[in-house]
């Protein structure tokens, strides 16, 4: 089976960088992505890992090792409109759909 | 930039009845999905369809469910029979690439 976690709650201030963890157990996916939800709202597509590395767009940065079968999501200069649920989600080998980790709430404070 | 729509945005509905959830997926995409989220819990994948008919299910979407594309545009999922537990946001996403989710139905049972 796939199985992905994150830490349930981060918090952090304005301007901070906040890294938030996915650890994984997938027998094999094409990718990692990482996807913003905020309360009420709509799962919205950040970034995605198909290789080894990082990733940068804008703001975030997304990472993964394959290797450590682990990856993150870094937000920089955080600002309150980032206080949201973030998902990292893979899409296993042979298959179209996505599979959800836990999800991790940031709360960003002034 | 085009987006994936949904409607209603809120349903009620009593236990045992039938809803109909639409979605109208972004023009140029070929793969369309369903996920559902449990207040406060993962977004979790119900079915994918692709060249009209389903690619893939997963356990939750028994005989209670069906998908249906009935026209060019459109994209359903029917629920029979309805049941508490079936209370959730529904999700449709497409995708020619990455998975873009539309605004979600809040279905609630009573």
């Known amino acids: 089976g796939q199985s992905l976690e994150q830490p349930s709650e981060v918090t952090a201030v304005e301007g901070a960088i906040v890294q938030i963890n996915c650890t994984y157990q997938t027998s094999g996916f094409y990718g990692l992505s990482w996807y913003q939800q905020h309360d009420g709202g709509a799962p919205t597509f950040l970034s995605y890992?198909?290789?080894?590395g990082l990733e940068e767009t804008g703001r975030f940065s997304s990472f993964l090792s394959r290797s450590d079968s682990y990856g993150y999501l870094l937000l920089q200069e955080l600002q309150m409109k980032d206080s949201a649920s973030y998902f990292c989600?893979?899409?296993?080998?042979?298959?179209?759909?996505?599979?959800f980790g836990t999800g991790t709430r940031l709360q960003v404070f002034p | 930039e085009p987006e994936v729509t949904q409607t209603p945005s809120h349903q009620v509905t009593q236990m045992g009845q039938e809803v109909i959830l639409r979605c109208v997926p972004i023009?140029?995409?070929?793969?369309f999905y369903w996920y559902r989220q449990i207040l406060g819990q993962k977004v979790e994948f119900l079915v994918s369809f692709y060249n009209n008919e389903i690619s893939e299910k997963s356990e939750i979407f028994d005989d209670q469910f069906s998908v249906e594309r009935p026209d060019g545009s459109n994209f359903t999922l029917k629920i029979r029979s309805t049941k508490l537990e079936d209370s959730a946001m529904y999700f449709c996403?497409?995708?020619?690439?990455?998975?873009?989710f539309g605004p979600g139905t809040r279905l609630t049972v009573t």
């Open positions: 890992n198909a290789l080894d």
């Open positions: 989600a893979v899409r296993p080998l042979v298959t179209d759909k996505l599979i």
């Open positions: 023009s140029n995409h070929l793969y």
């Open positions: 996403a497409s995708s020619s690439g990455e998975q873009y």
